[in-house]
Nanobody, 126 residues
């Protein structure tokens, strides 16, 4: 069965960097659009960045454009999110998500994604 496992979160100072990873199993990875979502306490889950299954389009939330980079390594069944210039506003639980044959535009809502990881916590101190 489909499974997503995130890693790479942690505590970092403002201005620092982290790289999140999401390893998939139980699926033909290159047939899935993949995304990163985040949820801070008391807030709704929001799409941070997504990449479509054909790797020809990406989506970034305005708040992370120019700072975050999404990428995927299909032979390794792994999705990445490189996060630079982190601010306290980036503090949240970060989730990996997948949907078959999807486009990056699906980042507009978490309801568009079918499979989810358990999340990895990112905390940015000021």
């Amino acid at each position: 069965q489909e499974q997503l496992v995130e890693s790479g979160g942690g505590l970092v100072q403002a201005g620092g960097s982290l790289r999140l990873s999401c390893t998939a199993s139980g699926m033909i990875f290159d047939r899935y659009a993949m995304g990163w979502f985040r949820q801070a306490p008391g807030k709704e889950r929001e799409g941070v960045s997504c990449i479509d299954w054909e790797e020809d389009s990406t989506y970034y939330a305005d708040s992370v454009k120019g700072r975050f980079t999404i990428s995927r390594d299909n032979p390794r069944n792994t999705l990445y999110l490189r996060m630079n210039s982190l601010t306290p506003e980036d503090t949240a639980m970060y989730y990996c998500a997948a949907v078959k044959y999807g486009g990056s535009w699906l980042c507009s809502s978490p309801d568009n994604f079918r499979y989810w990881g358990q999340g990895t916590q990112v905390t940015v101190s000021s």
